[in-house]
């Protein structure tokens, strides 16, 4: 059974940091696209940031370009996320999705962690 | 980018219903796109795949047809665990992009 469980999230102030975690188990690293989706308080899904099974390629929506980046280390089947100069927009909980593959055919988002929440403020 | 747009936003229906929901999509994503269905609080679930093809374990009053630009999502005879809100994606470029979700009330 595949598993995403994400961490790091948390309260942090305007302008401020954040490193995002999700850890994967019950599958083969490096075989599938990762993705970060994120979801405002009452609002609907937005797919924020991509990486390929590789690390090498990465993707991301045009509002969170040059503040986020999105790895992985395959060796520990992990993803990450930094989180650089945080606005009041970017609170929402952040969904660590897994690919069924890494080809177009297979990009579709097959398992989901349960998130991790990002509340900027002061 | 790809804007992905849903219809209705809401939709109120009974158990028994026959409910379709649209997703248009800005240009041809030919057949990449996907359904999600979300519970309040809980992650999103994978409903079907390549427009049309159901996720293991979805239930076949689930169907999903459409190509290109226009798809749409049907559910055959509503049941009391289907309503929810249902986001569509594509996922033929990227960024991919979702819809903006249809919530499916209890009328």
């Known amino acids: 059974e595949v598993q995403l469980e994400e961490s790091g999230g948390g309260l942090v102030q305007p302008g401020g940091s954040l490193r995002l975690s999700c850890a994967a188990s019950?599958?083969?690293?490096?075989?599938?696209?990762l993705s970060w989706v994120r979801q405002a308080p009452g609002k609907g899904l937005q797919w924020v940031a991509g990486i390929s099974g590789s690390g090498y390629s990465t993707y991301y929506e045009d509002s969170v370009k040059g503040r986020f980046t999105v790895s992985r280390d395959n060796s520990k089947n992990m993803l990450y996320l930094q989180v650089n100069g945080l606005r009041d927009e970017d609170t929402a909980v952040y969904y660590c999705?897994?690919?069924?593959?890494?080809?177009?055919?297979?990009?579709?988002?097959?398992?989901w962690g349960r998130g991790t929440l990002v509340t900027v403020s002061s | 980018d790809i804007q992905m747009t849903q219809s209705p936003s809401t939709l109120s229906a009974s158990v028994g219903d026959r409910v379709t929901i649209t997703c248009r999509a800005s240009q041809s994503i030919g057949l990449w796109l996907a359904w999600y269905q979300q519970r309040p609080g809980k992650a999103p679930k994978l409903l079907m795949f390549?427009?049309?093809n159901l996720e293991s374990g979805v239930p076949s009053r689930f169907s999903g047809a459409g190509s290109g630009t226009e798809f749409t999502l049907t559910i055959s005879s509503l049941q009391p665990d289907d309503f929810a809100t249902y986001y569509c994606q594509q996922y033929n470029y990227f960024p991919f992009s979702f819809g903006g979700g249809t919530k499916v009330e209890i009328k």
């Open positions: 019950g599958v083969t690293s490096g075989t599938y696209v």
């Open positions: 390549e427009t049309s």
């Open positions: 999705a897994k690919s069924s593959g890494d080809q177009r055919s297979t990009w579709y988002l097959d398992d």
